[in-house]
């Protein structure tokens, strides 16, 4: 079946320009998940939808980053302006649950990740 | 989120089993045991997770100890596929973080 899948795969920008990555999530699924993949690094988590609404956005790590999801299906993070740190992988997970009482159980499905570099 | 101990890498000779070990010692009554893995240039991808039972599924098995404060990740016949980075995250039902807390994870090595 049809899993996450994120686009542009790779994107090449120059510093300053904006950015919009793309998250096509499994269909059916509640919760939205995007993380980003520094070189050398672990995954760092930065927003959680559930269905549209972003309970905590505390995890963006900038005001120059903002995430939006409509019709409860594709997300868009945004980068303004962006920066030579903001080079990463980002990844867009989704899955079933999300916050619930049994969100203890729910397994992520991560997507292949957009490679962003800021030249 | 209670915080995983898990050894930085571990080699491992093709075709035989692999233990892999994660110490949780902080870990509350409600925290689920997840276990992920990331191949080379791609996402994370889900292995099995247990709470309080030892779990098998057709990828791994997931041993448990009694007191639940460690776990080993056992993959019973390792193929070259197999080398990743292995993630073990604990995962809190209801409240807490909605996202999964990757620690540095274990590099598995598989020897051909």
């Known amino acids: 079946g049809a899993g996450v899948s994120q686009s542009p795969s790779n994107k090449v920008t120059e510093k300053g320009k904006d950015v919009e990555l793309r998250c096509d999530p499994i269909?059916?699924?509640?919760?939205l998940y995007w993380y980003r993949q520094s070189l050398g690094q672990g995954l760092e988590f930065l927003i959680y939808?559930?269905?549209?609404?972003?309970?905590?956005k505390s995890g963006l790590p900038s005001d120059r980053f903002s995430a939006e999801r409509t019709g409860g299906s594709v997300s868009t993070l945004t980068i303004q302006r962006t920066q030579q740190e903001d080079s990463a992988v980002y990844l867009c997970?989704?899955?079933?649950?999300?916050?619930?009482?049994?969100?203890?159980?729910?397994?992520?499905?991560f997507g292949p990740g957009t490679r962003l570099t800021v030249l | 989120d209670a915080k995983t101990t898990q050894p930085n890498s571990m080699e491992s000779n093709e075709e035989e089993p692999v233990h892999l070990p994660c110490n949780h010692s902080t870990i509350s009554g409600t925290d689920y045991i997840h276990w992920y893995r990331q191949l080379p240039s791609q996402g994370p991808e889900y292995v099995i997770h247990?709470?309080?039972s030892n779990v098998n599924n057709r990828m791994a098995s997931l041993a448990i100890a009694e007191d639940r404060k460690s776990s080993t990740l056992i993959l019973h016949r390792a193929t070259l596929r197999d080398a990743a980075v292995y993630y073990c995250i604990l995962k809190v039902a209801g409240g807490g973080a909605d996202g999964l807390t990757f620690g540095k994870g274990t590099h598995l090595i598989i020897q051909p």
């Open positions: 997970a989704s899955s079933l649950i999300g916050r619930s009482l049994q969100g203890g159980t729910d397994t992520q499905y």
């Open positions: 939808f559930q269905g549209n609404s972003a309970p905590d």
């Open positions: 247990g709470l309080t």
């Open positions: 269909s059916g699924h509640t919760a």
